[in-house]
Nanobody, 120 residues
Framework: QLRLVESGGGLVQAGGSHSLSCSAS????????MGWFRQAPGKETEFVAR????????SYSDSVKGRFTISRDNAKNTLYLQMNNLRPEDTADYLC?????????????WGQGTQVTVSS
């Protein structure tokens, strides 16, 4: 299983942009599809975006489509999330996750999360 460590969380003003990173170790990063999820206080964990092993296919939740972009650099074992036009409702703990194989499947690893707070 991959070990995942997120970074880049912080405080952002509404309408602004911010990016997150997730560094992977302990396995072959390119063997796994990856995803971003988020959890706001008092709410369930919500899917945000996912990407297959070579970046050739991505999908997004309706709430972030057109504003967020997921990408990966397999040479650097790193997953990214570029967030634009941020809204207060995007405030959450953002977690990266590794799926069971190159084309999604069940999630096998989670990061510890990084907090993003969007002020209005």
């Amino acid at each position: 299983q991959l070990r995942l460590v997120e970074s880049g969380g912080g405080l952002v003003q509404a309408g602004g942009s911010h990016s997150l990173s997730c560094s992977a170790s302990g396995g072959t990063f390119s063997d796994y599809a990856m995803g971003w999820f988020r959890q706001a206080p008092g709410k369930e964990t919500e899917f945000v975006a996912r990407i297959v092993w070579d970046g050739g296919m991505t999908s997004y939740s309706d709430s972030v489509k057109g504003r967020f972009t997921i990408s990966r650099d397999n040479a650097k074992n790193t997953l990214y999330l570029q967030m634009n036009n941020l809204r207060p409702e995007d405030t959450a703990d953002y977690l990266c996750a590794a799926y069971g194989d190159r084309l999604y499947g069940v999630i096998t690893s989670w990061g510890q999360g990084t907090q993003v707070t969007v002020s209005s």
